[in-house]
């Protein structure tokens, strides 16, 4: 008969009323050094958050990703939510979703995800990083990038070979009930995970934020 110890599948972390990070993995316990904490929430907290709240709708109670990004497609943006890029390459089996939402006006990157935890977190802030380098890098996924967005706004304004990636952003939109700011919710290492794709869009030369998307 198979067994295991429970403590052998979570992942868990909490903060003492000292203020002490603690993690556990693998059945062990490990105490994160406290510099090393601070330095990752002040630049996680460097992270610029989109002010305006009417930026995106609320998020319906019930509702599924599929639904709200259909309804952002009424609201002027160009929907990439399922429409996958794949350069056909006898070795390529991989496929890339542009983004869920492309705002043209501000030339954003819309990822949008509803919070269930580190998971699906660790998904969207991937999505968001891996796109942008494609964008900055691969000619074919530039011209599919143009392509989809003129043909959606009935435009010829995007051009793969005078597209410029500082232009751009990669903006997070996080759907969540919690009334509490990203800082106090996200888990520690997610921080961490986010913060190495910041910096790989940066290294890039475009630019990256957050938004708060209400569940009601």
Known sequence: ???????????????????????????????????????????????PIIADTSYLPNWKAKESEGSYNARLDQLNFCIYDKKLFSDKAPSSTSKVEVCDAFDKKNKRLVCVKKYSGSATLSHLFAQGSVSLQLLADYEKY?????????????????KPESLKISDYSVIYAIATARPAPFSKFIPFFSKINILTHVRIIKTKGAKVGLYKIDIV
């Open 1 to 47: 008969k198979n067994t295991f110890n429970f403590l052998d599948v979570i992942a868990f972390e909490f903060k003492d009323s000292k203020g002490d990070h603690y993690f556990l993995n693998n059945s062990h316990w490990f105490k994160i050094e406290k510099k090393y904490v601070n330095d990752v929430e002040k630049e996680f907290n460097s992270i």
């Open 142 to 158: 530039k011209k599919f990038f143009c392509k989809k967005t003129n043909d959606h706004f009935k435009t010829k304004e995007f």
